[in-house]
């Protein structure tokens, strides 16, 4: 069983689109995480979620929607897409204490 | 605010030389320090850790001792394959409060045959 899993793994779409990403873990962690990471590998923490709580919420376009149905879920959804959206996004989820995450294999965005 | 410095790469080794990758923090209190490793398409996953100072982690032959007196936590190996090729992240965790992991920029490692 896959510990965070994230759908889809790849998706290809045009500027402008909305999309979303969806994430679960069933590792019975209260946090969860978005990360974005660039072409030069670059990770970025973009938001957190604890039990279903926006804690943090970093210096992310408000296109981007985090929505947290349960604590096993952290959803992505981006709206009005642009080029420099194009990225790899990782789900992650931790426990409170020691904070180690655990990351999905990530969802590839790319937009035309 | 906290933060990871890690030596830039790419590093490039033949096989079975030996592997340093450097790592130094800045963080206050008593941070846990983690090495994470991403193989080419895939997530990061947890090399190794180690939540107090001279506490050393291991795995898979991979080492890091976390050095308070110099803030540290340098990964080393002592026989590299070509199958540890990969991006290598140095992270820490605050001690207090509800802030992420802290990663470092990552070091890609190339070994070669």
């Known amino acids: 069983d896959t510990a965070v899993s994230q759908t889809p793994k790849y998706l290809v779409t045009q500027m402008g689109n909305d999309k979303s990403i969806k994430c679960e873990q069933n590792l019975g962690h209260d946090t969860m995480y978005w990360y974005k990471q660039d072409s030069k590998k670059f990770l970025k923490i973009m938001f957190s979620y604890n039990n279903k709580e926006l804690i943090i919420n970093e210096t992310v376009p408000n296109r981007f929607s985090p929505k947290s149905p349960d604590k096993a879920h952290l959803n992505l959804h981006i709206n009005s897409l642009e080029l420099g959206d194009s990225a790899v996004y990782f789900c992650a989820s931790s426990p409170s204490s020691p904070r180690e995450l655990f990351f999905g294999e990530g969802s590839r965005l790319t937009v035309l | 605010g906290d933060s990871v410095t890690q030596m830039e790469g790419p590093v490039t080794l033949s096989e079975e030389a030996f592997l340093t990758i450097n790592c130094t923090y800045t963080a206050t209190g008593y941070p846990s320090l983690f090495w994470y490793v991403q193989y080419p398409g895939e997530g990061l996953q947890l090399l190794l850790k180690a939540t107090k100072a001279d506490d050393k982690g291991s795995n898979k032959g991979f080492e890091a001792t976390y050095r308070k007196e110099t803030t540290s936590f340098h990964l080393e190996k002592g026989s590299v394959q070509v199958s540890d090729s990969a991006v290598y992240f140095c992270?820490?965790?605050?001690?207090?409060?509800?802030?992420?992991?802290?990663f470092g920029k990552g070091t890609r490692l190339s070994v070669i045959a």
């Open positions: 992270a820490l965790s605050s001690s207090s409060g509800n802030t992420p992991l802290v």
